[in-house]
């Protein structure tokens, strides 16, 4: 899946698409729920009422480079909290070469967050050493978001992900620790958008007059804009978690601004009483 904003190229790979099982992390969004917003249905929901998300990554070419934001589950991973994303075997940078992208040819790769689903292919196994799945990349961190992971985790699945996908790029002087608000080039800009993690970041695309937004895990389901107050199981401050998604969402509704999820594709963001909806674009 491919969409165009100004001069920059912004391609979904996807690593693993759901249908329902998504009360672990949406506690709130029941089937009878869903069904009470009809414009979900079909794109981000069933007629039943059941979430439809994926894990993917979103590549992105703009006249001077080619950015790889976020970076799903991975393989070969351990110590994770739901059973089928540990020891996973997918052709995933096999995919990404098919679409065009061979590891090789990313010069930058961005993680809105530190999530386990969100770093998972910053790198792969080799000789039972964890190394950068993309061999040229700097990759950009928010420091506030590393920080709190480096200083504050400590549950056992946070410091394996930390420990397998995180840190092994930091040792290899791969990384760059960004403030919130960074900007990377004439196109690509962060927005800080905190609250489902502790320095968690959107990012904001520019070109030729043209708007998209990365929202990251602001929302992990267009769900969430008709109900701000709707917290993922995941979110690391609630009540600054439902500001965000307030506050980024007000900016950008009603305007031509293509917006993709973390795990869910593109659309735009309506008003809609006190709350919003989300028009996909996809046919
Ligand atoms: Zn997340």
Redesign the pocket.
């Known amino acids: 899946m491919q969409w165009k904003v100004g001069q920059v190229k912004i391609t979904k790979v996807v690593e693993m698409e759901t249908v329902g099982s998504t009360r672990f992390i949406l506690p709130l969004a029941s089937n009878d729920e869903i069904q009470k917003l009809p414009w979900l249905i079909p794109h981000f929901a069933t007629e039943e009422g059941r979430l439809k998300m994926s894990i993917h990554s979103l590549v992105l070419e703009t006249p001077s480079q080619r950015i790889v934001v976020d970076t799903g589950l991975g393989n070969d991973k351990q110590g994770r909290n739901v059973p089928v994303w540990n020891s996973r075997n997918t052709p995933f940078p096999e995919m990404m070469a098919a679409a065009g992208f061979p590891p090789e040819s990313i010069d930058t790769v961005l993680c809105t967050?530190l999530?386990v689903?969100?770093v998972g292919w910053n790198t792969k196994l080799v000789g039972g050493k964890w190394v950068p799945t993309f061999p040229r990349a700097r990759y950009l961190f928010g420091r506030t978001e590393y920080e709190h992971w480096r200083d504050h985790s400590t549950e056992p699945d946070k410091q394996a992900v930390f420990n397998d996908s995180v840190k092994p790029i930091v040792d290899s002087d791969r990384a760059d620790l960004i403030p919130g608000d960074h900007r990377l080039s004439d196109e690509i800009s962060m927005i800080p958008t905190p609250g489902?993690?502790a320095g968690h970041m959107s990012v904001l695309i520019r070109s030729e007059g043209e708007q998209g937004l990365l929202a990251?895990?602001v929302a992990?389901h267009p769900c969430q804009m008709a109900h701000l107050g709707w917290s993922?199981t995941?979110d690391f401050d609630q009540n600054q978690a439902a500001a965000t998604r307030a506050a980024l969402f007000g900016r950008f509704a009603d305007t031509p601004t293509l917006v993709i999820g973390?795990h869910f594709s593109a659309g735009h963001i309506k008003r809609d009483g006190d709350a919003f909806r989300f028009v996909a674009l996809q046919s």
């Open positions: 967050h999530h689903d969100h489902h993690s990251g895990d992990h993922s995941a973390g």
